[in-house]
């Protein structure tokens, strides 16, 4: 799926099985919420933080998918071309750091 797919499906989703878009402060905060849980499994996973029962069967993939899905309504809602937004991002750190991480010894 590309991502323009992937911004026609949810809008699809959305208009179909999800009735309307929560307004944009509504699915920020939304985003916030997902973006801690899968915070939450990382430091639990790959940090210091140990797992509680309650935590055991958590999903990274599904949590980020999460994360994903509700930061395509948000590009959605707001008119973003994703696609062409990370096309850009991905332009401007290649002209920014064309030399910046190959000259920094803390990645050497």
Do not use: P
Request: net charge negative; glycine share 4%; aromatic share 6%.
């Amino acid at each position: 799926m590309t991502i323009e797919q992937a911004q026609e499906t949810v809008d699809n989703w959305i208009k179909s099985t999800g009735i309307r878009y929560f307004n944009e402060l509504t699915n920020t905060a939304i985003l916030m919420e997902e973006v801690g849980e899968v915070a939450r499994i990382m430091s639990r996973k790959y940090g210091e933080q140990s797992f509680k029962k309650s935590d055991e069967e958590v999903n990274l993939a599904d949590e980020m998918a999460d994360v994903l899905f509700v930061l395509i309504c948000l590009a959605n809602q707001t008119g973003i071309d994703l696609n062409d937004a990370l096309i850009k991002n991905l332009e401007k750190k290649t002209i920014r750091d064309t030399d910046r991480h190959k000259n920094n010894e803390k990645l050497k």
